[in-house]
């Protein structure tokens, strides 16, 4: 009898779907088999494109030579560690018996990539079928297995995403080769990865952290007067009421005075004054929330639990495959298929009798649902719909999975309720010519918000009593001026991204889109998918271009930077980039052939590389905007990509030119113009943030210029957020390591005061240096050694020795900056900083073959012949070369 072989995404969903079935037996939980079926599956991809190497071996070297890297084919290969399942799948589908392949991958693009990619490279040519499942109970498998698709019918799905695999590829390693040879250094040996559409997300967070650094704080007043009218007192605030906002002046506000004089000018002809007032009630209507998408609930569980877009995804996916609660979470839709009422008539009814919700969904049941044409429209159905409850409840449920089941099934609820009402009051109130204005809003009808518990109270603190009793507009109403308050602030800059706010751009292709249906209507131009923009997030992450809250590093930084100066745009654009999402969607609809699409994607890499192959350092980092006089040698100081320096003299030979530098990188912030700018002219900074200890926190500090170092004074107490959990923890004690040997400047030295090292989360410290650092002095002296060193936390019993003995004992697992273990002992400088030693080598090194020593004494030879010829010429071209390279991107070894 002829079978049908599914083969599902996952092992989880095999085990559903035969169980729900029926009839299968189970070889050895690899396969499932059954009178008309056999069961099974893949672990999500199993199969990649072949890397360069292996296309041919000329690209085992990273050149530019031979870029970009374009295939005439694509060929595939089992991933590490499944190759034992690619041959269980072939054996499976070679069977005579085997009639026809049911496609059981998740309903999506990659799901329809993972089946295609089994096909192709088994290179099957049976018949193919499609099913396609929003929910995964019981019910919804079987309905699915009774109205199987044609597999031709989703071609257009399949090679869009067959498409964007390959177009990711190109780009990604294309990209990434390109500009990693250009700018590898001495210090940064790592890959530079690139991609399609990590490094346009990448440039959206480095934009705002511009933004943010540029920022420099203005100090403004604002004047607030608390009025007294018949026994109640209001609080208000003064404002210009013929005040235009000018893009000149972006910190300009109707409520805010840069001019103190005048501000107390202000609270002097008000204060004690008597004043009139006036006052508008109106009611505003708050509509119910549409249902979840995926891209939604990500950003309102960032909000409401601080979750990152990966983790409420997981949540998600748990929801819907391990407790069957919630319908397909990689969806586009916020709405529901006309045919779905009876459904969602079902939950409801079901969460009526004894859920958590219960409450509200007997709310439903008594008064009818509202906003049902909103909610049911197939317009506005993709692939997938809304993310909804499945009517299922489990007790099973906890955590994460837990809190994410009840904010999808809150909203579910909600969506259907009335909307809420608040009451809002504008109040106006003139001393003099002088104006305030009072703002408040207060609920007056929960709606949808009591499904969250929200609930109008009658001794809400928001709630302000009306000027005149009863009466909903009132003017001409006399109050007095009890109390006045001059309140001083400043200008802050824009807020950082945070996940949810990313998403939203991400949806909109960069856009700043706050317009939800606006939002809706450009969504096929945005960033990624739904389904892929918790792991481009991620990656982003794992890839040290931001850290855990999505601030941008240093590498992040100078990337973006570098990209734009070299006019990358295709690859730093969002808006351009999502333009090749759209034209995804274009390959998918037939309305775009994929030849054309690949076509595209081969020039826009082809630009990428030319872009990163051609560029000169000089040119795009050129002296055309000096930011102040080098302290030391008084030239013109000008920004280069690693750092800022002055003007190189073209006469220097060496190390004999100027050594001035401002870094880039401080303690892990970024330093940016500004900022150097300001430090030339004054020598110092005020308060900023962003900078980083040995445990990820990040605090704030204050930079000057000494003698033409760089050197930062943190503000203690200021450290923020928690240590970074790949780092080693460390316990600090409170009693002291050991006494002080009152060296390197320790202020205890000349007296018999005692001294003790003791312990910080960063260092063992002399009690004295600790004393003055925390006093804020510029320059604190007295034995230090930091808790880690080369990625190795000190002993104490090391830390002791090296005290009490100058050294410590041989260490053997230090990890250098390219993640290679080193022995080495330390030793005390007379600096107060501490030195390697490191032990010989054993033998005196690995010996070399004959052939091997005889060609690197024939090299070694040329190499002097050829130093001394350049040594007796000394062109002056050879000079400016020589400044050239001086001006190059690599920092020195540390």
């Known amino acids: 009898m002829p079978k049908s072989l599914i083969i599902t995404e996952k092992p989880s969903v095999a085990h559903d779907i035969t169980e729900a079935l029926g009839g299968f037996i189970n070889h050895e939980k690899e396969y499932w088999e059954s009178d008309q079926f056999i069961c099974t599956f893949a672990v999500g991809h199993i199969l990649e494109l072949i890397s360069p190497e292996e296309i041919d071996k000329v690209y085992k070297r990273w050149t530019l030579e031979h870029l970009p890297i374009i295939p005439d084919e694509f060929k595939l290969k089992p991933k590490e560690k499944q190759t034992n399942r690619v041959r269980l799948i072939k054996k499976l589908v070679n069977r005579p018996d085997v009639s026809d392949l049911i496609n059981a991958c998740d309903a999506g693009r990659e799901g329809e990539l993972i089946f295609r990619e089994v096909v192709k490279y088994l290179d099957v040519d049976k018949p193919t079928r499609r099913l396609w499942l929003q929910s995964m109970t019981p019910e919804a498998i079987r309905h699915g297995f009774a109205s199987l698709e044609p597999g031709e019918k989703f071609d257009g799905l399949g090679a869009a995403a067959e498409c964007r695999s390959l177009a990711d590829w190109l780009i990604g390693i294309n990209a990434s080769r390109a500009l990693t040879v250009r700018l590898r250094s001495r210090s940064q040996k790592s890959a530079w990865s690139a991609g399609r559409v990590q490094t346009p997300t990448l440039a959206l967070l480095v934009e705002r952290e511009h933004e943010i650094l540029k920022h420099i704080p203005i100090d403004f007043w604002r004047i607030e007067c608390d009025f007294a009218h018949d026994q109640q007192t209001y609080r208000g605030t003064w404002y210009n009421p013929g005040f235009k906002e000018d893009e000149t002046q972006p910190h300009a506000k109707a409520d805010r005075v840069f001019d103190k004089a005048r501000a107390e000018a202000i609270v002097a002809a008000v204060t004690g004054k008597p004043g009139v007032a006036s006052e508008k009630r109106k009611p505003s209507r708050d509509a119910a929330p549409p249902l979840f998408d995926l891209t939604s609930l990500q950003r309102e569980a960032n909000r409401r639990f601080g979750w990152s877009a990966a983790r409420t995804l997981r949540a998600a996916q748990g929801c819907y495959e391990t407790h069957k609660v919630l319908t397909y979470p990689r969806t586009d839709s916020r709405c529901l298929p006309s045919d779905y009422v009876k459904h969602v008539e079902q939950v409801i009814d079901k969460f009526s009798q004894g859920s958590p919700f219960a409450k509200s969904a007997a709310y439903l049941k008594q008064n009818g649902r509202q906003n049902d044409s909103r909610v ?423 830390a002791i020795a090296y005290f009490q003995k100058g050294e410590t004992p041989l260490i053997e697992d230090f990890i250098s900056r390219f993640g290679r273990k080193f022995k080495a002992t330390l030793h005390t400088r007379e600096t107060g900083k501490h030195r390697f030693e490191f032990p010989p080598r054993e033998g005196g090194g690995k010996k070399k073959s004959k052939k091997k020593a005889a060609k690197g004494k024939a090299s070694t030879k040329k190499k002097a012949a050829a130093k001394k010829k350049a040594a007796k010429a000394k062109p002056k071209a050879a000079k400016k070369k020589a400044a050239s390279v001086n001006k190059s991107t690599e920092p020195p070894v540390a």
Not at 420 to 439: L, M, N, P, S, Y
Not at 563 to 588: K, M, P, W, Y
Not at 757 to 780: L, N, W
Request: overall charge negative; glycine content about 8%.
């Open 376 to 798: 049911f429209n197939d317009k506005g159905v993709s692939d997938h719909f809304a993310i909804i409850p499945t009517g299922q409840l489990s007790s099973r449920l906890s955590g994460d999975d837990q809190k994410l089941f009840d904010l999808v099934s809150r909203r579910f609820l909600a969506t259907f309720f009335p909307p809420a009402i608040w009451e809002q009051v504008d109040r106006r109130t003139v001393v003099g010519e002088h104006h305030f204005q009072t703002k408040a809003r207060s609920l007056r009808d929960p709606g949808w918000r009591s499904v969250f518990g929200q609930e109008a109270k009658a001794d809400d603190p928001n709630v302000l009593p009306a000027l005149v009793p009863g009466q909903e507009k009132s003017e001409g109403v006399a109050v007095n001026v009890a109390e006045t308050e001059l309140k001083d602030d400043k200008t802050k800059p824009p807020p950082r991204i945070t996940e949810a706010r990313l998403l939203s751009l991400m949806e909109n292709a960069g856009r700043q889109i706050e317009d939800e249906d606006l939002a809706a209507a450009l969504d096929e131009k945005g960033l990624g998918t739904p389904a892929t923009r918790a792991e481009i997030i991620e990656n982003l992450k794992n890839k040290q271009y931001v850290d855990k809250s999505l601030r941008p590093t240093v590498k992040g930084m100078r990337f973006i930077d570098l990209l734009q100066r070299i006019h990358a745009d295709r690859l730093t654009s969002a808006e351009l980039t999502g333009e090749l999402e759209l034209h995804l969607s274009e390959v998918e609809h037939g309305q775009r052939d994929s030849s054309t699409f690949m076509k595209e994607v081969g020039e826009y890499t082809q630009d990428i590389v030319e872009a990163a192959r051609n560029f000169d350092y000089d040119k795009i980092y050129p002296n055309d905007e000096a930011l102040g006089n080098c302290p030391l040698c008084k030239r013109s100081v000008y920004e280069r990509s690693w750092f800022y320096r002055c003007e190189e003299d073209p006469e220097a030979e060496g190390d004999d030119d100027c050594p001035f530098r401002i870094w880039k990188d401080k303690s892990g912030r970024y330093i940016d113009r500004t900022t150097a700018k300001t430090l030339l002219e004054k020598g110092t900074t005020g308060e900023l943030d962003g900078f980083r200890n040995l445990q990820g926190r990040t605090y704030k500090g204050i930079l000057s210029l000494e003698g033409g170092n760089l050197a930062l004074k943190p503000i203690v107490g200021s450290e923020e957020g928690e240590a970074d959990e790949n780092l080693p923890k460390i316990d600090v004690r409170k009693e002291p390591l050991c006494p002080c040997p009152k060296n390197n400047g320790c202020p205890a030295a000349e007296s018999d005061e005692p001294c003790n090292i003791v312990e910080t989360e960063s260092d063992f410290i002399c009690e004295h240096r600790k004393k003055a650092f925390e006093a804020g002095q510029p320059k604190p002296t007295g034995p230090v050694l930091p808790r880690i060193v080369c990625k190795r936390v000190m002993k104490r019993e090391e």
